[in-house]
């Protein structure tokens, strides 16, 4: 790399929503910002957690100064564990997010041995050849900052997830005068949220969301339930509100709920007496009328609260006739169909289901419009407009919407070195980026061979067969026999039995009686023969595991 120029490289969240990390390189000193997490789609089974690859990170380790972090959200934070645990080095963060992130480390066993770093609203904090300020912004969830980082080569506005409002439930709006002086200073340029680059004018203030759910209250005849992202205190803080108004003692469902409400209580951000929190085994103590529960789930989680309710087997809480059930959320793009799901189970047990397709004004979004989006741009007024945190068609968008406002607007993927000054910017570059794999055991790294066999399993289940052999002379002792699990079809498994059994006994009865064999190459012509076999007799083409045993 030229030693005058700077160079921006997304490894996460660069055309998709989560998992967001992005390197900053002067000279050979690395800054991190943010270090995020994505949640698998339905087709990835038994997968828990996409990680970013830090391979990049790792091969120049020495270098890497710490990673600073924009706010606490699971896209931004929480993939700190797996990077941690190989990458130790310091953390900067506001006050909130550094107590979800101590939470988080504390489970990991790893916060003891972790060199943290408390910053304030406004603080500029000197790190190698970067100068970091942090300034306040708006988002959903407290204490959330935007990054100006400075260095020699020129002064880069990394925005984090950000929007800008008016009338905040915390009275706080973004420090828009920090962003203006930066703007006059100058800024290289701004590494932009882009979630909502396809949403025309201004999003709502939360306080909308306020007076949307004391409607709903005041109209509920029996027990309300909120789902809503766990991070998300403000609202919490609302629904505690309103509950309190209309006489309702409040339980929390969900363990990353009743963590990250203990967090904010414990530092101040949330504002509940101990006489309108019960636990959630004592609800049945109380009228209907008179409850409010808090859960996790408002994304259809498999093993989320509002999940294992709307399927009926919540150890503590059942949905019934008369229930409120309000989705204080909107669907994350590709989740639809899940949320819908859980709307349908919500319903068929008699519950009154609230959501933003019916109520919009229940959930406002944490990300900027466009008119915000622009207004961000305006301020700063950057070389180099940069669009990450969303897909491609929102960093497309972002690019029309910028170049029709006179600013250079440059897409990145993930792995793209993208090196720049005032004159010029290029990607000259590609480093590994790729995602790492989380399975529920919490092992990482999964191979995606791991993933297309259980993918195989799921649509054309599995058949083995299983025989036992002579080791010296070959010899079939037992067998073939057969087994499946979601491949035949009940009326079809005697004759495909037989006549599987009956192939693979030619073949073997076929081997030359004498001399080596190779096993490794006979299961594998086993296998062919047998996929031959149910492929035309069924259609299907399921795993075939041959098993032989060499007695």
């Not at 709006?173 to 680059?197: K, Q």
Request: hydrophobic share 40%.
């Amino acid at each position: 790399m030229a030693k005058d120029r700077l160079a921006i490289i997304p490894l996460g969240g660069a055309t998709e929503i989560g998992k967001n990390i992005t390197a900053y390189r002067v000279g050979d000193k690395i800054l991190v910002a943010d270090c995020g997490l994505m949640f698998p789609d339905e087709g990835q089974l038994g997968v828990d957690l996409l990680i970013p690859d830090i391979s990049y990170l790792l091969e120049n380790r020495e270098n890497v100064l710490g990673i600073v972090i924009t706010h606490g959200h699971e896209d931004h934070i929480g993939a700190l564990p797996f990077v941690l645990r190989q990458l130790p080095v310091p953390i900067w963060a506001t006050r909130l997010t550094l107590g979800l992130i101590r939470r988080k480390l504390h489970e990991h066993g790893l916060w003891a041995d972790t060199d943290w770093h408390l910053v304030e609203d406004g603080e500029r904090v000197p790190i190698g050849p970067f100068n970091v300020e942090f300034v306040h912004i708006n988002h959903s969830i407290p204490d959330a900052c935007s990054l100006i980082i400075r260095t020699p080569l020129g002064n880069v506005v990394h925005t984090g997830d950000f929007k800008f409002d008016q009338t905040p439930v915390d009275g706080r709006p973004s420090d828009i005068g920090a962003l203006a002086r930066v703007g006059a200073e100058g800024v290289l340029a701004l590494v932009t949220d882009s979630t909502n680059a396809d949403k025309p004018g201004y999003v709502q203030s939360e306080r909308v969301v306020g007076e949307a759910l004391d409607e709903v209250f005041h109209h509920a005849p029996g027990r309300v339930l909120v789902a809503t992202f766990a991070s998300n205190l403000w609202r919490v803080q609302q629904v505690i509100d309103i509950s309190r108004k209309y006489g309702r003692k409040v339980a929390l469902a969900g363990r990353s709920m009743l963590g990250n409400v203990d967090v904010a209580r414990e530092l101040g951000y949330l504002t509940v007496g101990d006489d309108t929190i019960i636990r959630l085994d004592d609800v049945k103590q109380h009228p209907d009328n008179r409850v409010t529960i808090i859960t996790t789930g408002s994304q259809g989680e498999p093993l989320s609260a509002l999940t294992r309710m709307a399927m009926g087997d919540h150890r503590q809480v059942q949905i019934q006739e008369g229930d409120t059930v309000i989705l204080s959320s909107t669907a994350i793009p590709g989740n639809e169909d899940v949320v819908w799901r859980i709307i349908n189970n919500l319903f068929r047990h008699g519950a009154n289901v609230i959501h933003t397709p019916t109520y919009p004004r229940i959930h406002v979004s944490g990300h900027a419009n466009q008119e915000e989006l622009k207004m961000m741009a305006n301020l700063t007024r950057p070389t180099y407009i940069i669009p990450v945190h969303g897909e491609y068609r929102h960093q497309e968008l972002w690019r029309r919407m910028g170049e029709g406002m006179g600013y250079t607007v440059i897409k990145l993927e993930n792995g793209d070195v993208l090196e720049l000054d005032s004159e010029e910017a290029e990607i000259t570059e590609k480093v590994a980026a790729g995602v790492v794999i989380v399975d529920g055991s919490g092992t990482t790294g999964i191979e995606d061979v791991v993933l297309r066999d259980r993918w195989h399993l799921s649509q054309d289940g599995i058949f083995v067969v299983v025989c036992s052999v002579d080791r010296t002379t070959g010899r079939i002792i037992g067998g073939p026999d057969c087994i499946s699990r979601g491949a035949i079809l009940t009326s079809e498994e005697e004759h495909v039995y037989d006549e599987a059994k009956e192939r693979v006994l030619q073949f073997l009865e076929k081997l030359p009686e004498e001399g080596g064999r190779d096993w490794g190459a006979i299961r594998q012509d086993i296998r062919r023969t047998v996929n031959k076999l149910l492929q035309q007799k069924t259609g299907r083409r399921p795993m075939v595991v041959p098993v032989i045993m060499e007695i």
